[in-house]
């Protein structure tokens, strides 16, 4: 078996450790045995979405994202076409504001792929902290960090998760992230996917499953350290005292 991972524009879109995230999925899959093609795309390069098995959009800063734009729409329709039938997608803080309609900020209004049907619109202060969600996706909770100027507002759309602690899309919804089809768009960084292998596995398992037409669960990995690390994060953010103190320190 193999899969082939698109890592979309990191010359523009690598602000938050997105390599880490392409690292990851390759890693774990070498680790049970499977084949991993990693293909960084250039702006500017040819993208044939039918030989690619999971996308990867980062994050990057406003200016970054406007550059990238000219790009992402050439391609709009092929990539609607991926997701649509079903492509993995994990795209990252910028990536994610990317596939919605538009990102306004402080200057200008960035038009997106609108792929997914959410908007996003710049505020002054910065939603900058360690974050835990509950994903109806997973058992495990999911950490992360999150740091970025836009409110994201997702309609209709299934949130990634719910929000224990942290900021989260607007700060004020309780809510973090899209889920749609195969798609996790999220804010989480620092990388995502070391921190919380489960998430990583669940994008590969379903792109296996897309590609080879049955039902795949992969091997469990020796993930002990990586669990010991997600239940410290998660129980310490769980920590009303913590909580409380962090609460008043940012409002102090």
Same mark, same amino acid.
């Given at each position: ?9 990191? #010359? ?13 999925? @390759?890693? @774990?899959?070498?680790? +049970? ?14 993208? #044939?979405?039918?030989?690619? #098995? ?8 406003? +200016? ?20 649509? *039938? ?34 996003? *619109?710049?505020?002054?202060? @910065?939603?900058? +902290? ?27 759309? %299934? ?50 499953? +897309?590609?080879?037409? %049955? ?19 998660? #129980? ?13 320190? @940012?409002? %102090?």
């Amino acid at each position: 078996m193999k899969l082939t991972i698109g890592h979309l524009y990191p #010359d523009l879109l690598n602000l938050y450790g997105d390599r880490g995230n392409i690292q990851c999925l @390759r890693k @774990r899959l070498e680790w +049970r045995g499977i084949e991993a093609e990693v293909i960084p795309f250039i702006s500017g390069d040819t993208i #044939d979405f039918s030989k690619l #098995d999971v996308v990867l959009l980062g994050g990057g800063s406003d +200016r970054e994202q406007e550059l990238v734009c000219s790009h992402l729409q050439k391609i709009r329709e092929d990539f609607r076409t991926y997701v649509e *039938e079903d492509g993995v997608v994990l795209a990252v803080c910028g990536g994610y504001q990317l596939l919605g309609h538009y990102y306004k900020t402080q200057t200008k209004t960035i038009e997106g792929l609108g792929i997914l049907n959410i908007k996003t *619109e710049w505020e002054p202060e @910065r939603l900058i +902290r360690n974050i835990v969600l509950n994903s109806p996706l997973f058992d495990t909770p999911v950490v992360g960090f999150e740091n970025h100027g836009g409110r994201t507002y997702i309609g209709d759309h %299934t949130p990634f998760g719910k929000v224990v602690f942290g900021l989260g899309n607007t700060g004020k919804s309780g809510q973090e992230g899209v889920i749609y089809k195969n798609v996790i768009a999220t804010y989480l960084h620092g990388p995502l996917l070391p921190k919380n292998p489960h998430v990583c596995d669940y994008l590969l398992e379903h792109a296996l499953q +897309r590609k080879y037409g %049955t039902e795949i669960h992969l091997e469990p990995l020796p993930d002990e350290l990586e669990h010991k690390a997600n239940s410290y994060i998660a #129980d310490r953010y769980n920590d009303k005292k913590y909580v409380l103190k962090e609460t008043i320190k @940012r409002y %102090t």
